[in-house]
């Protein structure tokens, strides 16, 4: 099970950090953030690798950086930034041995 966490409301410029904990081991799995914003698509923001290499969306690149705990089983994205066409349910997403697994979303909303 994946718990996500730490979304709310922020000024444009602001910052947030989401956390996604995992109630098992993290270790060498693949891992993701994904949005939706109303009335879109899911969209990719973020993943990393088993091999601990992570890779962004042009639109947040630069902006956020994802990393993971492995002593807490924890994934993280900290946002820096923040700007109204970020709002959106922030997904985290893993896959172990094949199977995906996704937390239930916390919700961004970015004031202008």
């Known amino acids: 099970q994946l718990q996500a966490s730490g979304g709310g409301l922020v000024q444009a410029g602001g910052s947030l950090r989401l956390s996604c904990a995992a109630s098992?081991?993290?270790?060498?799995?693949?891992m993701s953030w994904r949005r939706q914003a109303p009335g879109k698509q899911r969209e990719l923001v973020a993943y990393i690798t088993p091999g601990d290499d992570t890779n962004y969306a042009d639109y947040v690149k630069g902006r956020f950086t994802l990393s993971r705990d492995y002593a807490k089983n924890t994934m993280y994205l900290q946002m820096n930034s923040l700007k109204p066409e970020d709002t959106a349910v922030y997904y985290c997403?893993?896959?172990?041995?094949?199977?995906?697994?996704w937390g239930q979303g916390t919700l961004v909303t970015v004031s202008s």
């Open positions: 997403n893993l896959i172990y041995a094949g199977r995906p697994y």
């Open positions: 098992g081991t993290i270790s060498s799995t693949y």
